[in-house]
């Protein structure tokens, strides 16, 4: 007895949301011409508000409803930083139906500042980054390239996606620069110190060609898998944790901690706030403002040199 022919199932109908959604993406990446990281996030934290929407309209949303969704949130018990993040996404996506004729008023501007989310960001010593750099020993299996990586990423300050982008021909090791490509395929300059150009060439000099024969092709990166294709950058995370763990650094560390560490110990040093939100790629000198509020002994030389009953 033959079986009976089963018949196809029609297309699972798309909601309302995912045809917003997709059409958002689509417009970041190809208009706005964001980062693939930054449209991810966008769309992972509209997913999540797209959960709590459920039968809500947009267009009907209120101030406390909206309000709502931020305690939402904190009750997800989400770190401030990502209530922050969820928060802007939000607004951006807003002023995207606004754009549309979707919404007349972007309520989520009302939601209130980034500000009221932000943390003071985990920081480490120089001491502590000395014994970070100095840990990929000889029976790594590609210790010059760990070398190289964590001395890149303290000596710019760069993301973890900067340097996992970084192409051979924006390293200038003669020069002593490189140049980064951050959110919105912003181009800036940041110089290399000594002890990472020295890194990076032992690197080029004795490991990187052996990396790049195993793709077998010409591969443009710097920084290469064992495969001989690019660095990920969560790759690149799995190494900075394998590293710290091995130092006895807390577990908590992560790419952004080093650029933390660079601001901080930049500021530190005496370097002008202008000269810092330049290198690190920040829009807006607010963002950079957070790492004056960090090193509280840099505070009090401030305030002992320049108050006059100090």
Not at 104 to 121: C, M, T, V, Y
Not at 163 to 184: A, E
Request: proline share 5%.
């Amino acid at each position: 007895m033959k079986p009976r022919p089963t018949r196809p199932r029609p297309p699972k109908a798309r909601s309302v949301a995912d045809t917003w959604l997709d059409a958002f993406v689509a417009y970041t990446a190809g208009e706005c011409h964001l980062s693939d990281n930054t449209v991810a996030a966008y769309r992972r934290d509209l997913r999540r508000f797209f959960e709590w929407l459920q039968r809500r309209s947009i267009p009907e949303l209120t101030i406390r409803e909206l309000a709502d969704y931020v305690a939402w949130l904190s009750d997800k018990a989400l770190a401030p930083a990502s209530v922050a993040r969820h928060i802007v996404s939000l607004k951006v996506f807003f002023r995207y139906l606004q754009l549309e004729g979707v919404l007349r008023d972007n309520l989520a501007e009302l939601l209130g500042s980034q500000k009221l989310w932000k943390r003071i960001p985990q920081v480490l010593s120089a001491e502590q980054v000395d014994r970070l750099v100095r840990s990929p020993r000889k029976t790594d299996p590609w210790y010059r390239r760990d070398r190289g990586l964590l001395e890149l990423l303290y000596a710019t300050g760069c993301r973890a996606s900067e340097v996992s982008n970084l192409q051979l021909s924006d390293v200038h090791l003669d020069q002593g620069y490189c140049i980064c490509r951050g959110k919105g395929d912003k181009q800036r300059m940041v110089p290399l110190g000594g002890r990472a150009i020295d890194a990076l060439r032992r690197y080029l000099e004795h490991d990187r060609q052996r990396l790049a024969k195993r793709s077998g092709g010409e591969p443009r990166w710097i920084l290469l898998s064992y495969r001989g294709r690019r660095l990920r950058r969560e790759r690149i995370w799995e190494l900075l944790k394998f590293y710290a763990a091995r130092v006895g650094i807390s577990p908590d560390v992560s790419p952004h901690t080093l650029r933390h560490s660079f601001a901080t110990h930049m500021l530190s040093g005496g370097t002008d706030l202008r000269q810092v939100q330049e290198m690190l790629g920040h829009a807006s000198i607010a963002t950079t403002q957070i790492y004056t509020h960090v090193d509280p002994t840099r505070l009090k030389a401030v305030h002992k040199q320049f108050h006059p009953r100090a």
